[in-house]
């Protein structure tokens, strides 16, 4: 079985250009998450053809009434130091992303708790589903919770996704997106209600999974300053491999991500 790489992680987005040195993704469905309207470099760009893109990318955007500009850069190499003061000088926020997989068996066993219940999410409970990532979303602003929820809709019509759910004491406490491929399953967008945090639901959604899926690599993607990471090391995630990425706001707009929140 091969290791996965970054280009196993799902993106939202239509890729609309792609040529020999980026891909350039755009999601009219959702065009303020950024994660889905931005360009991926293939091989590392000089200041000068970062600037070049950079203009590119700022006036496709405008066009479609969009305030932010984004890049990732390739997997496993860090941004020359020219690049980087180039960051620094001009607003862009420079963000780390890291790469885990785990082998289900390898995940530490959760207690049982009478108090959690994790479940598929079926027609049966999809509105409490929707409701919860609702209500986290609102934090981004009411208009992305307003298309978060178009989307969480159209990926459960979708076989290659599963919504999970999980209940402490019957009351909704945290949900999580699951993309499933040939080769990989993808734990993604694992929310708690802060709430009920360190009370252990995140690990009984991860366990979900892991039950679920034996014998299948699991893989997530971590913010590389984040805290969350070392619990995923404590967790027996094995690291893979990193990825940076610059970003720029050019209003009042919210930063809008869809990683991990435990």
């Keep these: 079985m091969r290791n996965p790489t970054f280009h196993d992680i799902e993106t939202i987005g ?44 700022k006036d496709f955007h405008q066009k479609h009434n969009q305030t932010h500009l984004k890049f990732e850069f390739p997997e496993n190499e ?80 979708d076989e290659n996704y599963m919504k999970v759910l999980a209940y402490y004491k019957g009351e909704t406490a945290g949900t999580m997106n699951v993309i499933l491929s040939d080769d990989f399953v993808e734990i993604d967008d694992l929310s708690v209600r802060e709430a009920r945090r360190r009370k252990g639901i995140g690990g009984q959604l991860q366990q979900f999974i892991m039950d ?24 027996n995630y094995q690291y893979l491999g990193f990825k940076y990425e610059a970003q720029r706001i050019d209003s009042d707009d919210i930063f809008v991500k869809s990683r991990m929140q435990v």
Excluded: C, W
């Design 14 to 57: 239509h890729v609309i250009d792609e040529n020999v040195q980026y891909i350039h993704y755009h999601y009219p469905e959702m065009l303020i998450r950024y994660d889905s309207n931005f360009i991926d470099f293939k091989q590392m760009p000089s200041l000068e053809e970062f600037k070049q893109t950079e203009t590119f990318l």
């Design 78 to 157: 860090k941004p020359r130091p020219g690049l980087q003061k180039y960051f620094e000088n001009n607003g862009y926020d420079i963000g780390l992303m890291e790469l885990y997989a785990i082998q289900p068996n390898d995940f530490p066993a959760q207690q049982e708790n009478p108090d959690i219940r994790v479940e598929e999410v079926t027609e049966g409970n999809l509105n409490d589903f929707i409701s919860l990532q609702y209500e986290t979303d609102k934090q981004n602003g009411e208009t992305f919770a307003n298309e978060k929820m178009k989307l969480n809709q159209k990926q459960f019509a």
């Design 212 to 235: 679920g899926f034996q014998g299948r690599t699991i893989i997530l993607v971590a913010d590389g300053e984040d805290t969350a990471r070392e619990m995923y090391q404590r967790q």
